[in-house]
């Protein structure tokens, strides 16, 4: 049968490169590629549904031009869902690994729909937190040339689109998970705009991470996404910052 000889066909490394973290590997497993971190299971182009709501439900109720914010590149489903978008007039997208940039020119660039040539969009290959905070690290070798510069020049986005990691309760990588604490939502929520919309991407629902977002956003909404094999991929979306008095 077909199909079952493509869910049994074995991966074929494709690529390795030496990442900021320990060891990435591209792999291709039939018409599908995946992202491996230090021999862990990062993200797959099996689906998408879940990272395309993520850019779609943010950018749904805004008008144009909106300004929408990308942490993390990944397969690059998010990105070409933005592009597709006609209200989005501008795309930034922090992404930490030279290595997943560079695919999307090659092994990746279908999956992100050839966006990196799209001038509305922007590449900063920088640690989102440090970008945020215009920290010297953003400018460590390999980095995008402007990647602090744009960050501490206080420009702000209508949408700010989050997946980094698996999402706030499971991080491959330990330092990631600063961006889903108070300290870290403090630095985003400083980069958005009034009619600001935070979209968050987890592999699994967060309560701690929700309690967290409804102290500080007036309106929290949570969209489940089924997925093949266990627990739903989980799209959080926040509006209405709230004042300090208020938090």
């Keep these: 049968m077909p199909g079952l000889a493509r869910e049994q066909e074995r991966p074929v490394v494709v690529e390795r490169a030496r990442g900021g973290d320990g060891e990435l590997v591209l792999r291709r497993c039939g018409e599908h590629h995946e992202i491996i971190s230090n021999g862990v299971f990062l993200m797959d182009t099996r689906d998408g549904r879940s990272e395309r709501l993520l850019v779609r439900a943010a950018v749904a109720d805004l008008r144009a031009p909106v300004r929408v914010l990308v942490g993390g590149l990944g397969v690059g489903f998010s990105l070409a869902e933005a592009v597709s978008l006609p209200q989005v007039a501008a795309v930034t997208v922090v992404e930490k690994e030279p290595a997943v940039i560079a695919w999307h020119r090659t092994h990746l660039r279908h999956c ?136």
Excluded at 126 to 144: F, H, I, K, M, V
Excluded at 162 to 176: M, Y
């Design 112 to 247: 992100s729909a050839g966006a990196l040539e799209d001038p509305r969009v922007r590449v900063h290959c920088a640690d989102l937190l440090e970008w945020l905070s215009g920290s010297p690290g953003a400018q460590s070798p390999g980095r995008g040339p402007d990647a602090a510069g744009d960050a501490a020049a206080g420009e702000v986005f209508d949408a700010v689109c989050l997946d980094i990691d698996n999402g706030p309760d499971w991080t491959v990588t330990a330092s990631n998970a600063r961006l889903y604490g108070a300290a870290g939502l403090d630095l985003v929520a400083a980069r958005m705009s009034r009619r600001g919309v935070l979209a968050v991407w987890s592999a699994a629902a967060a309560p701690a991470f929700e309690k967290l977002l409804r102290g500080r956003f007036a309106d929290v909404r949570v969209r489940r996404v089924p997925v093949p094999r266990g627990e739903p991929d989980v799209v959080y979306l926040a509006r209405g910052l709230r004042d300090a008095a208020e938090a």
